[in-house]
């Protein structure tokens, strides 16, 4: 069950805080993917080359910390910026530590959980906000940041 507020932008009404949101959350995804593999493959050698051979679980880590850390102070991770969406709670702030956190739990369950993620996909692409499945349990929605108010 989804928490609806009034608080959020209405997809009918205000459709600019959604429009392209799911491919901007895509293009948003590889850009920190890209952003946590460089930080990881400089991290190497302080881990004596080591860290090759754990390299997706150095990955996990290092994507874990980055993603909490810039949604908790940003409401967005670097990626997001770029492409100029934010996150926002059910109340239509942005997101506090608490949820960055839980946000970031839902997103490795449902990235470790084939069938979950897929739902998740088809929750982005079918919602009228673009929420995936970590979105709806929360009640947080990704928002174009030159629409908000």
Request: proline share 4%; charged share 15%.
């Amino acid at each position: 069950m989804s928490f609806r507020s009034f608080v959020l932008p209405d997809p009918d009404t205000q459709a600019e805080f959604y429009a392209d949101v799911t491919t901007k959350r895509l293009l948003a995804w590889f850009v920190d993917i890209l952003l946590i593999a460089v930080v990881c493959v400089v991290v190497l050698p302080f881990t004596a080359f080591t860290g090759i051979f754990f390299f997706p679980l150095l990955m996990a880590v290092v994507g874990f910390i980055y993603r909490v850390a810039t949604l908790a102070n940003g409401s967005s991770t670097w990626g997001m910026r770029l492409m100029s969406i934010e996150m926002r709670r059910p109340t239509g702030e942005r997101f506090d530590f608490a949820t960055a956190l839980l946000h970031t739990i839902g997103f490795y369950v449902s990235v470790a959980v084939a069938p979950l993620q897929l739902l998740s996909i088809i929750l982005m692409l079918v919602s009228s906000r673009g929420q995936g499945l970590t979105d709806h349990v929360l009640g947080t929605v990704a928002i174009n940041r030159s629409a908000r108010s």
